[in-house]
Nanobody, 124 residues
Framework: QVQLVESGGGLVQAGGSLRLSCAAS????????MGWFRQAPGREREFVAA????????EYADSVKGRFTISRYNAKNTVYLQMNGLKPEDTAVYYC?????????????????WGQGTQVTVSS
């Protein structure tokens, strides 16, 4: 089973940027779609972005479309989430996850492996 480790979270002012990284172990990384989810205090985990196994297709939540960009570098077993124009409502723990499917998906049940999460805090 793949292991996922997120990094890159932190504290940033509104309007700022962060880039999250998720490093995966194992040889299955390049075979499946990957995704980012987030969970704010007192709220359910929600979909943020997903990318197909090849990187050719992406999906985004409406709340982040145009501000966030998901990408992957299969040769390094890494998926990224570039976050620009951050808002206080983006504050959450961000989780990387590996899907059991090839194509990008926003359904949490399609993801079987999850990282431990990285905290992103956006101050106003």
């Amino acid at each position: 089973q793949v292991q996922l480790v997120e990094s890159g979270g932190g504290l940033v002012q509104a309007g700022g940027s962060l880039r999250l990284s998720c490093a995966a172990s194992g040889r299955t990384f390049r075979s499946y779609a990957m995704g980012w989810f987030r969970q704010a205090p007192g709220r359910e985990r929600e979909f943020v972005a997903a990318i197909s196994w090849s990187g050719g297709t992406t999906e985004y939540a409406d709340s982040v479309k145009g501000r966030f960009t998901i990408s992957r570098y299969n040769a390094k077993n890494t998926v990224y989430l570039q976050m620009n124009g951050l808002k206080p409502e983006d504050t959450a723990v961000y989780y990387c996850a590996q899907s059991s499917k090839l194509s990008a998906t926003r359904t949490p049940d399609d993801f079987g492996s999850w990282g431990q999460g990285t905290q992103v805090t956006v101050s106003s």
